[in-house]
């Protein structure tokens, strides 16, 4: 029985995102550049951000999962660089419903995927190819000036998703664009996505999120990005902990 809900929950899920961003998405992109025209650019991203945190959070949702949120009061109204530990695909979607809009620094991949691509590009995110430095440089210095300007960026700094949910080690050069620009880092902990999606099964899993937003971390405090990634780093690991146990007592109680 459970088997069948499993099934029947990850062909609903893929088949309403599918809908949601293609579909869906498509007309919200363009009605956001008919309000560019007639209202402004200001009215015209108020609409396309208002609708991919809708997404964000209707994911969830679509997804039978409940996601628990802590540390809401942290987030500032200015622009930051969101720094998170990577779980699974669901990080993206539980970011934009539950933190904040903003560009993703993403692998060259994800932009092959319908709609969720349009949106990327959108919010100024961009695609990096690890076998092309060039690439890499070129895109970066796009993520410098939007961030200058006042944009919201989201970076997973180990790179690649955990297999067992602990937090990896970061990449270096991760938080450097904080270091350049002085926009400050917003931490995140997320515990719980990896069993959504597990990598081993084709089958989602509809469970429960934990997420904590830890207060706000001025990069000008440090004097090299060895030192930031390193209090970063511990204070995700940190807080990663405190939602694993919050998850077992949890489950235990049940």
Same mark, same amino acid.
């Given at each position: 029985?459970?088997?069948?809900?499993?099934?029947?929950?990850?062909?609903?899920?893929?088949?309403?995102?599918?809908?949601?961003?293609?579909?869906?998405?498509?007309?919200?992109?363009?009605?956001?550049?008919?309000?560019?025209?007639?209202?402004?650019?200001?009215?015209?991203?108020?609409?396309?951000?208002?609708?991919?945190?809708?997404?964000?959070?209707?994911?969830?949702?679509?997804?039978?999962?409940?996601?628990?949120?802590?540390?809401?009061?942290?987030?500032?109204?200015?622009?930051?660089?969101?720094?998170?530990?990577?779980?699974?695909?669901? %990080?993206?979607?539980?970011?934009?419903?539950?933190?904040?809009?903003?560009?993703?620094?993403?692998?060259?991949?994800?932009?092959?995927?319908?709609?969720?691509?349009?949106?990327?590009?959108?919010?100024?995110?961009?695609?990096?190819?690890?076998?092309?430095?060039?690439?890499?440089?070129?895109?970066?210095?796009?993520?410098?000036?939007?961030?200058?300007?006042?944009?919201?960026?989201?970076?997973?700094?180990?790179?690649?998703?955990?297999?067992?949910?602990?937090?990896?080690?970061?990449?270096?050069?991760?938080?450097?664009?904080?270091?350049?620009?002085?926009?400050?880092?917003?931490?995140?902990?997320?515990?719980?996505?990896?069993?959504?999606?597990?990598?081993?099964?084709?089958?989602?899993?509809?469970?429960?999120?934990?997420?904590?937003?830890?207060?706000?971390? %001025?990069?000008?405090?440090?004097?090299?990005?060895? %030192?930031?990634?390193?209090?970063?780093?511990?204070?995700?690991?940190?807080?990663?902990?405190?939602?694993?146990?919050? %998850?077992?007592?949890?489950?235990?109680?049940?």
């Amino acid at each position: 029985m459970r088997k069948l809900y499993r099934i029947f929950t990850t062909i609903y899920f893929l088949i309403i995102t599918f809908l949601y961003t293609s579909v869906y998405g498509g007309f919200v992109l363009l009605w956001g550049k008919i309000l560019k025209v007639f209202k402004g650019e200001k009215e015209s991203k108020r609409y396309v951000l208002n609708e991919v945190k809708k997404f964000g959070i209707r994911a969830f949702s679509w997804l039978m999962s409940k996601v628990e949120v802590e540390g809401v009061e942290n987030i500032p109204d200015e622009n930051v660089l969101v720094v998170a530990n990577h779980q699974s695909l669901m %990080d993206i979607p539980l970011i934009l419903g539950y933190v904040k809009r903003g560009g993703f620094i993403a692998k060259k991949d994800l932009e092959k995927v319908p709609g969720i691509s349009w949106f990327i590009k959108y919010m100024g995110g961009v695609f990096i190819d690890r076998n092309n430095p060039r690439q890499i440089a070129a895109e970066i210095k796009k993520v410098l000036r939007g961030m200058r300007e006042g944009e919201t960026y989201i970076v997973f700094p180990e790179g690649t998703r955990t297999e067992n949910g602990s937090v990896r080690e970061f990449k270096k050069g991760s938080l450097i664009l904080a270091m350049k620009t002085g926009v400050k880092i917003l931490p995140v902990a997320i515990w719980g996505t990896m069993f959504l999606v597990p990598k081993d099964s084709l089958l989602f899993n509809p469970g429960k999120v934990y997420m904590k937003i830890l207060p706000p971390v %001025d990069p000008s405090n440090f004097q090299s990005e060895e %030192d930031l990634i390193k209090f970063v780093r511990d204070m995700i690991v940190k807080a990663v902990e405190e939602l694993k146990k919050k %998850d077992l007592s949890e489950r235990s109680s049940r």
